[in-house]
T-cell receptor
Framework: AQTVTQSQPEMSVQEAETVTLSCTYDTSESNYYLFWYKQPPSRQMILVIRQEAYKQQNATENRFSVNFQKAAKSFSLKISDSQLGDTAMYFCAFMKLGAGSYQLTFGKGTKLSVIP | DTGVSQNPRHKITKRGQNVTFRCDPISEHNRLYWYRQTLGQGPEFLTYFQNEAQLEKSRLLSDRFSAERPKGSFSTLEIQRTEQGDSAMYLC?????????????FGPGTRLTVL
């Protein structure tokens, strides 16, 4: 079974600053994807970024980038130039590949507050 | 808006009653997932459908829970004889198998409160 750990229950950042959210995972699988999802207050969960484990290059999406350390089983999210709209719960998630449902295993989340 | 929709958004019920939730996935998405999210936790997988076939169920899905996707489009999740421990947000997500290991798109959820 896979586990995902987010060790920072809450974080805050000043608007326009950079913040890094941590995520570690435990798996014996070699073929998997990792995701960061954002859940704004009272709104639905949306995908921020995803990383294929076989790719060494870290994924980037505009102001969002990841630091994927496969050997260390670490997958952190960096948000640059933080904006008020980035205030949300952020969930790290793991997806095992191969036969099966491709279900997501989530961490407990990090509540990020962007301060004006 | 052609995203995933869920109804109702909120449901308050008394212990012992049955409830049913509906999920309408993104059109032509052939995979549909149900997750449950309790306060302070990340979502937990309950079950998933590929087209109309229910192919996997979590052990979290007790025999009081049943899910269907009769025509491979919308899905329903029914909870019989609700218990206070069933209070949670029930999330639906859909994805398109043709895109390979797939990005799941989530609906807004149905928040269930069992009194």
């Amino acid at each position: 079974a896979q586990t995902v750990t987010q060790s920072q229950p809450e974080m805050s950042v000043q608007e326009a600053e950079t913040v890094t959210l941590s995520c570690t995972y435990d798996t014996s699988e070699s073929n998997y994807y990792l995701f960061w999802y954002k859940q704004p207050p009272s709104r639905q969960m949306i995908l921020v970024i995803r990383q294929e484990a076989y790719k060494q290059q870290n994924a980037t999406e505009n102001r969002f980038s990841v630091n994927f350390q496969k050997a260390a089983k670490s997958f952190s999210l960096k948000i640059s130039d933080s904006q008020l709209g980035d205030t949300a719960m952020y969930f790290c998630a793991f997806m095992k590949l191969g036969a099966g449902s491709y279900q997501l295993t989530f961490g407990k989340g990090t509540k990020l507050s962007v301060i004006p | 808006d052609t995203g995933v929709s869920q109804n109702p958004r909120h449901k308050i019920t008394k212990r012992g009653q049955n409830v049913t939730f509906r999920c309408d996935p993104i059109s032509e998405h052939n995979r549909l997932y149900w997750y449950r999210q309790t306060l302070g936790q990340g979502p937990e997988f309950l079950t998933y459908f590929q087209n109309e076939a229910q192919l996997e169920k979590s052990r979290l899905l007790s025999d009081r829970f049943s899910a269907e996707r009769p025509k491979g489009s919308f899905s329903t999740l029914e909870i019989q004889r609700t218990e206070q421990g069933d209070s949670a947000m029930y999330l639906c997500a859909s994805s398109l198998l043709a895109q390979g290991p797939d990005t799941q798109y989530f609906g807004p959820g149905t928040r269930l409160t069992v009194l």
